[in-house]
């Protein structure tokens, strides 16, 4: 159902967008919270590991808290209601205050859960230089501009109490300014959004795994295409905010979508690390012929790693030469990331050795 709708039935003349800016906020808020400690408790109990795109993640729910809790108090004063319907000038001053303290959070929930995915897509990125220039030039362009979005919007007037209280003194920059960077910022995080819906395709596909686990990989990690979506609107509807003089009522609609944009953020970045527990509950695994996979740690662990790695030691006793069979566990990786990342691939190892029986009899 359409939120907006849901905000203006009942309210007499679809005055009031707060109720349904509350009951968006708290409740993607709430399973945002189930699912990154559902996340925890897979590294904890099943993983035994957390990195940093668990961290991260963690830190976008605790901003997640923060701003859920400032858009109740400016809901409160008004938010989300016509401003001429509001009677007590100073409540219409304490609701936009409350907004824009709530500015900072508001853009760095979604930063956050953004750069959690591109993280842990960097586990899998393998050797290409491409995708792993690209997943780090993400988390750097999505920190940089998202800050530099919240400081200008705290910055643009001086003294900052100008940007609510319209009665004292002071200047301000142009609207077009804020307005333009409003539509870089939000084009970009739409696009972000679009390379990280997409990127695991192509990072998972070349990984060995069973088909039907690539595409439900793919398909879990790839839910940031409705955060992209949710983006879409709210940077559409920038320009109602910045050329009306309503503003409780056209910034709290905008405000919306950046909400359903954020929860949906924190929870595509996490939902793909439930599959071990998941499978824990199913009792479903893999048989002896495959390797054990999970998503939770990164790790793909060798049914044969034992036998190859004998094969190495035998090799290095004896001299041998070891040829692989083009199927290196550097192909998902890379040889600077196997031990980092920890992921492992079975890998049919020949090993030649010249003069063993001469080597041998040598020792004796």
């Known amino acids: 159902m359409n939120p907006i709708f849901l905000a203006r039935r009942g309210a007499p003349g679809g005055s009031d967008i707060g109720p349904a800016l509350l009951t968006i906020s708290w409740t993607g808020l709430t399973l945002s919270i189930i699912v990154v400690a559902l ?76 750069i959690s995915l591109a993280l842990l897509l960097l586990t899998f990125a393998g050797t290409s230089r491409l995708r792993r220039w690209l997943l780090w030039s993400i988390i750097a362009g999505q920190f940089v501009i998202n800050c530099l979005t919240f400081i200008f919007i705290l910055a643009q007037c001086r003294p900052i109490e100008l940007l609510w209280d319209k009665s004292i003194n002071g200047e301000c920059w142009p609207l077009a300014f804020q307005e333009y960077f409003g539509y870089f910022q939000g084009s970009f995080n739409t696009s972000t959004d679009f390379i990280l819906a997409i990127c695991p395709a192509f990072v998972i596909w070349n990984l060995n795994m069973k088909l039907a686990e690539k595409i439900s990989l793919i398909g879990l990690m790839g839910l940031g295409i409705f955060a992209m979506a949710a983006s879409i609107v709210k940077t559409i509807k920038l320009k109602s905010v910045g050329s009306s003089n309503d503003y409780t009522y056209t910034t709290a609609d905008t405000i919306l979508w950046n909400t359903i944009e954020q929860y949906l953020a924190i929870i595509g970045a996490s939902i793909a690390t ?60 890379g040889p600077e990331h196997v031990r980092d990342a920890d992921i492992w691939k079975t890998t049919t190892v020949k090993i030649s050795v010249d003069n063993m029986e001469e080597a041998t009899s040598g020792k004796s």
């Open 39 to 114: 996340r925890f408790y897979v590294r904890f109990s099943i993983v035994r590991r957390l990195r940093w795109d668990d961290w991260t993640v963690l830190l976008a729910v605790i901003l997640g808290i923060l701003n859920a809790s400032t858009i109740q108090l400016a809901v409160n004063q008004g938010l989300g209601r016509h401003a001429n319907t509001i009677k007590d000038s100073l409540q219409i001053m304490n609701a936009i205050k409350w907004d824009y303290i709530s500015q900072p959070t508001c853009i760095m929930v979604p930063t956050f859960g953004r």
């Open 274 to 333: 439930l599959k071990p527990l998941l499978r824990r509950i199913t009792k479903s695994g893999y048989t002896s012929q495959n390797l054990t996979t999970s998503i939770g740690s990164y790790r793909m662990r060798s049914l044969r790693s034992k036998r190859v790695s004998q094969g190495h030691a035998l090799a290095a006793n004896h001299g041998a030469v070891l040829t692989d069979d083009g199927s290196s566990q550097t192909n998902i990786l």
